[in-house]
């Protein structure tokens, strides 16, 4: 077919500037990464390619060949150097504590000098799968799991792998709902982690403080989400426990957010609990506007969403969550212990939040049992 | 063929009332469908309609106002145009992002309306390009517009979410006022939808503005051309328009739309996500299906079809806040209330029924085309 | 030839698949001269060349070879749409040379602007009466129905306004394209008398496909015949006026003796 030659030439140009826009579209997924370099200044792109082979297959193999590569190196150092891969599903504030408390974690962990490459998937499941499965390409020597989402991408891959690279994970509140391992001792050979089980308690009792006539709470999630469909459980047991209802909505995208707190807020309902819900929380500003038009306080289950707009945010230490890991994942790499040494434990320290400001909005006062523990973020 | 065949098949088919069988007894089944759910549903119907308060018909109206643009560019592309573009789930999160970050940067929540629009026009000059020179179908070429966007959305918004609550919108100026005005009215229910109701009252004259746009866009001798490129292509060019240009600048003009409707959101609802905005082309259809059916017929002018999409859209959010507010309680089971999640597959369903009508009709006054030829 | 052709055909070839099976050489270096006024019809059998002829003239196929000239400017890698200022175009298929959707007012403003450009400027709303005129010219009563939907016309009636549309402001050259092959018996010969009016008043200069026979001699002042990609034969004047549709067959297979058969032209 002929059709308007002329045209087809004047627009070659284009064609190839689209491409051109195209493969920097492809190059850009490599954008997003991270690489940090944690104790040593490598060249953080460099040692990715370059030291991977021998030091790898001696990692993976950890019980013996890892102190090798310590004494290999003891000259003037006696650090083991091993890559890391840290998956996390999306930019939310819990869940980047988790990388903050890792990183820092491994910084001060003298016998590993780690090469950490992060990834946020930026919301999008779908990138996961080929996350975790570019970095067991890659040999990497540990992954670390953040969230549950992730947890379970993760797993899937490794054991599809079957070489038993260890995998650690964070902010998971129910490893075993999530399919990863059947009980604290029994699971993969190569996964450990901490079991991030937010008390529910913490904000019943809050809540109650507050407000001693509260019958009702209100809950928004995304039912796509295991974490939040086992919190919802939990609350709801607790609830039943206190002679309470809860109100729920569900959402499938943070912008039915509004529209979900109203449709909840008209209930009513004398609370609204936020789970660690990362689609509820990137769309929680649009909750924070009705908390504040109703005069209905937001209570977080986490220390962090007190920013996003919750009045009072009680949550699991998720900071530490990380160190622990790193904790985990020093002893792992430097060869003197393996994943399987570490049954999977519930952490329950906590981090109170509580903004004067949001309260203040949401028609509340800060109860001085919140102000004595937590820290005002305004 | 004997000579009896064509009196036999006039006694047992009266031809006039074959005529109209295609679209009326489409018309009647569905009609029929209809008025059986909304009797067995009527308690339910009326139990969510009482239960619904001032606060969920204003938040319905201001969303429906907010999404109305979005779906006058979805009824520009797929019924003016003729081009179905799945773009629209890409250029509503780039018109929140960029709104955001012009807010966020404290340039202007006013400008932010023009650039979002720019930024959606522009997606939609990609997809029509890559549907026209490079000759990619239609639903392909904006779907990997689409999967382009996310990056470059992700790229202009810095992060995957931003927060507007303490930065000046448009909205910002009259909320206080508003806020007070209405409380004195209807104290704390006054409190309550005040947000809604500064959305609305702004929106509404927003869409407006666009209407009397499009009403005098369509009027021009540019305009005439745009419908007739998306009525036959083949025609328009021997009538001496460029189709192509005509094709990527309505495809750009719809996704402006959309843009505009993504700015407007993130002003409203207080923050830009860059993951919203899935399933936006289907709420769109439903709305511009609703508007149809329940505003407008064809015939009309281009105008009022397109006040028929804005109130479609209107009634398509408050039908959603209803059925969120619907506590359908079936034998044997305690109770069960519709979720979001539910809602998508109702939607997806109405539109199929809906895109279905019209295809069954015709196939049906085919067939009975073909039985008067025999 | 004393003046410019309006059109003129400069050996023009197209081949379609080139280099591969299922190759066809649809036009073979065709020349062919149309002076200002002249109404040639073209005749020839299925496959003969003569719709990718006028899809070349129109711009919908450029040529592999050859040049393509109206009013003694080429034209010939022009697009469609650019060229389409100068030339009225018919279709066989009645539904593709109207808007269904829009009205038969708006399909008659969309053919004005047609040789003028359009720009962002308010329809004329003042045609009313002219549009009224031209349509009760087709004697169909559509002149009543300005504001019905195109769709809602019959072929006959759909093709006839087509035809009003392509004659619109006077085109350089006006193409029909078995323009009444569609159309019931009593329908074809009212668009096609309706034709025959309007070229003899506007003075058009028409290039007019036909498969039927009487047409090809009753019809125009010149008739040219196509087989495989060329021209056959052309004539005009005296010579035609004394042809009958048995003759212009005589002639058909005198060319080419391997076609026998009357039936492969009708």
């Given at each position: 077919m002929s059709r308007s030659r002329a045209a087809g030439r004047r627009l070659f140009a284009s064609v190839l500037f689209l491409v051109l826009v195209a493969a920097a579209c492809g190059d850009s997924d490599d954008d997003a990464t991270t690489d940090t370099t944690v104790a040593e200044a490598t060249d953080s792109t460099e040692s990715e390619s370059t030291e991977a082979p021998d030091d790898t297959e001696a990692a993976t193999d950890t019980t013996e060949a890892a102190p090798e590569t310590t004494t290999a190196e003891g000259d003037d150092a006696t650090a083991a150097t091993a890559t890391i891969g840290i998956v996390n599903i999306a930019p939310v504030a819990a869940l980047e504590l988790v990388n903050d408390g890792f990183t820092d974690g491994m910084g001060e962990c003298a016998a590993v000098d780690a090469t950490l490459d992060y990834r946020n998937a930026e919301g999008d499941g779908s990138q996961l799968a080929p996350i975790v499965a570019e970095f067991l390409d890659s040999d990497v020597d540990l992954i670390l799991a953040i969230s549950t989402p992730v947890l379970q991408a993760t797993v899937a891959a490794n054991e599809a792998d079957g070489r038993g690279t260890p995998v650690l994970f964070g902010a998971v509140t129910d490893p075993f709902a999530a399919g990863a391992a059947a009980g604290p001792d029994d699971k993969p050979d190569w996964l450990a982690g901490w079991q991030a089980d937010a008390p529910v308690v913490g904000m019943f009792d809050i809540a109650a403080e507050i407000n001693p006539e509260a019958t009702t709470i209100g809950v928004a999630y995304d039912p796509s989400l295991v974490n939040s469909v086992v919190a919802l459980a939990k609350r709801e047991a607790e609830a039943e426990a206190r002679g309470w209802t809860v109100e729920t909505a569900t959402i499938g995208d943070s912008s039915e957010v509004g529209t979900a707190a109203n449709s909840l807020a008209t209930r009513d309902i004398d609370f609204f609990f936020v789970p660690t819900d990362s689609i509820l929380v990137n769309g929680l500003a649009g909750m924070a506007q009705v908390a504040d038009d109703f005069d209905i306080p937001m209570i977080a289950?986490?220390?962090?969403i007190t920013q996003a707009g919750a009045a009072i945010g009680t949550g699991l230490d998720y900071y530490g969550d990380g160190r622990r890991n790193a904790d985990y994942a020093c002893q792992i790499l430097s060869g003197q212990a393996t994943p399987a040494d570490f049954p999977i434990q519930q952490f329950s320290e906590e981090l109170v939040a509580y903004s004067t400001t949001n309260a203040a909005a949401q028609g509340i006062e800060i109860p001085a049992t919140v102000a004595e523990v937590g820290t005002d973020i305004g | 063929m004997t000579t009896e065949s064509p009196p036999a098949a006039a006694t047992v088919r009266p031809p006039p009332a074959e005529e109209r069988d295609g679209s009326s007894i489409g018309r009647i089944v569905v009609g029929a469908f209809l008025l059986l759910l909304v009797v067995a549903l009527v308690p339910t119907l009326w139990g969510a309609v009482s239960s619904m308060g001032a606060p969920q018909w204003t938040e319905a109206l201001a969303i429906g106002l907010i999404f109305a643009p979005a779906a006058m560019g979805i009824y520009l592309t797929f019924r003016v145009l003729d081009f179905p573009d799945l773009t629209v789930d890409g250029s509503f999160p780039a018109g929140g992002a960029i709104a955001a970050v012009l807010i966020t940067n404290d340039v202007s929540a006013w400008l932010a309306l023009p650039a979002a629009m720019l930024l959606g026009a522009l997606l939609g000059v990609v997809t029509g390009c890559l549907h026209i020179y490079l000759r990619i179908n239609s639903l392909l070429a904006s779907i990997i517009t689409l999967t382009a966007a996310f990056t470059v959305n992700l790229r202009i918004q810095g992060s995957a979410n931003i927060s507007l609550l303490n930065s000046d919108r448009i909205f910002t100026p009259w909320t206080e006022p508003i806020r007070d005005q209405l409380e004195s009215w209807f104290g704390s229910t006054g409190v309550q939808i005040h947000r809604a109701v500064t959305t609305a009252s702004m929106t509404v004259l927003i869409v407006v503005a666009v209407l009397l746009v499009l009403r005098w866009f369509f009027a021009t001798e540019v305009g005439l051309g745009m419908r007739a490129t998306g009525a036959n292509r083949e025609m328009s060019q021997s009538q001496a328009i460029d189709t192509s240009r005509y094709l990527i600048g309505g495809v750009a003009l719809s996704n402006s739309l959309v843009g505009l409707t993504g700015a407007l959101f993130v002003q409203h609802a207080g923050f830009a996500d860059?993951?919203?905005?899935?399933g936006l082309i289907v709420s769109g259809l439903a709305a511009v299906i609703i508007g149809e059916v329940l505003f407008g017929s064809k015939a009309r002018s281009m105008l009022a079809r397109f006040v028929a999409v804005a109130l479609g859209m209107i009634a398509y959010r408050a039908a959603i806040a209803l059925a969120l507010n619907a506590d359908l309680r079936f034998p044997g089971t305690d109770g069960f209330r519709l979720e979001a999640s539910d809602i998508k597959f109702a939607t997806a369903a109405v539109v199929v029924v809906m895109l279905a009508i019209p295809r069954v009709s015709e196939t049906r006054k085919e067939r009975a085309r073909r039985r008067a030829r025999a | 030839m004393s003046a410019t052709p309006k059109l003129s055909v400069q050996g023009c070839s197209l081949t379609f698949?080139?280099?591969?099976?299922?190759?066809?050489?649809?036009?073979?270096?065709v020349d062919l001269d149309v002076a200002t006024g002249e109404h040639v019809v073209i005749v020839g059998s299925n496959g003969a060349g003569k719709s990718t002829l006028l899809n070349l003239v129109c711009g919908r196929y450029l040529p592999d070879t050859g040049r393509i000239l109206i009013d003694g400017q080429a034209v010939t890698n022009q697009p469609e749409h650019v060229r389409a200022r100068r030339i009225g175009r018919v279709f066989q298929?009645?539904?593709?040379?109207?808007?269904?959707?829009?009205?038969i007012e708006e399909n008659l403003a969309l053919a004005e602007r047609r040789s003028h450009g359009r720009r962002f400027r308010r329809i004329r709303r003042d045609q009313t009466e002219q549009h009224r005129e031209d349509l009760s010219?087709?004697?169909?009563?559509?002149e009543d129905r300005l504001?019905?939907?195109?769709?809602?016309?019959s072929g006959g009636q759909r093709q006839a306004l087509a035809l009003l549309m392509a004659s619109v402001s006077k085109p350089d050259l006006l193409v029909l394209d078995e323009h009444t092959a569609a159309l019931d018996p009593g329908a074809a010969e009212r668009v096609l008398r309706l034709t025959n009016e309007l070229v003899a008043e506007e003075q058009l200069t028409a290039l007019m496909i036909t498969h039927n026979m009487d047409h090809a001699v009753d019809t125009g002042d010149r008739t040219v015949m196509m087989h495989r990609g060329t021209v056959l034969f052309d004539v005009a004047g005296e010579e035609r006026a004394q042809m009958s549709v048995t003759d212009l067959v005589e002639r058909f297979r005198s060319f080419r003796a391997t076609v026998s058969d009357r039936s492969t032209l009708a």
């Open positions: 289950q986490d220390s962090g | 860059i993951n919203s905005g899935a | 698949n080139a280099g591969q099976h299922n190759e066809v050489t649809a036009l073979d270096s298929d009645p539904l593709a040379g109207t808007a269904g959707p829009m009205t010219r087709l004697g169909l009563g559509l504001s019905n939907q195109v769709a809602s016309l």
